[in-house]
């Protein structure tokens, strides 16, 4: 699978954000999503994961209530709006598909195949 992640850039803290993800290859909608994110001298982070069917997420508690994952099937793409956003939301953020089809959201990053990410600075 391919996935490219874009929608990233340089915004003010309390400004939103919209990232997107197209994916490429077959069955789309048999797998689980996520966002993770990586910040310099950090570990790679779970944000958000959104189930196959759409009817499950989970959110880290760093970003509940101003990240919403969603995912269009049709288009084999997935979001993350990202609202009033911090300083410390500043990271490199991978669009991620779990390696194995019709399992439920999850935090572990080794449970995911990886694409490229893109580039969220926050200033304050």
């Known amino acids: 699978v391919q996935l490219q992640a874009s929608g990233g850039g340089l915004v003010r803290a309390g400004d939103s954000l919209k990232l997107s993800c197209v994916a490429s290859?077959?069955?789309?909608?048999?797998?689980?999503m996520g966002w993770f994110r990586q910040s310099p001298g950090k570990e790679r982070e779970f944000v958000a994961a959104?189930?196959?069917?759409?009817?499950?997420?989970d959110y880290a508690e760093s970003v509940k209530g101003r990240f919403t994952i969603s995912r269009d099937t049709s288009e084999n793409t997935i979001y993350l709006q990202m609202d009033s956003l911090k300083p410390e939301d500043t990271a490199l953020y991978y669009c991620a598909r779990r390696r194995t089809s019709l399992q439920p959201p999850a935090r572990g990053p080794s449970l995911y195949a990886w694409g490229q990410g893109t580039q969220v600075t926050v200033s304050s």
């Open positions: 959104i189930s196959w069917t759409g009817n499950s997420r």
């Open positions: 290859g077959p069955n789309f909608s048999r797998y689980t």
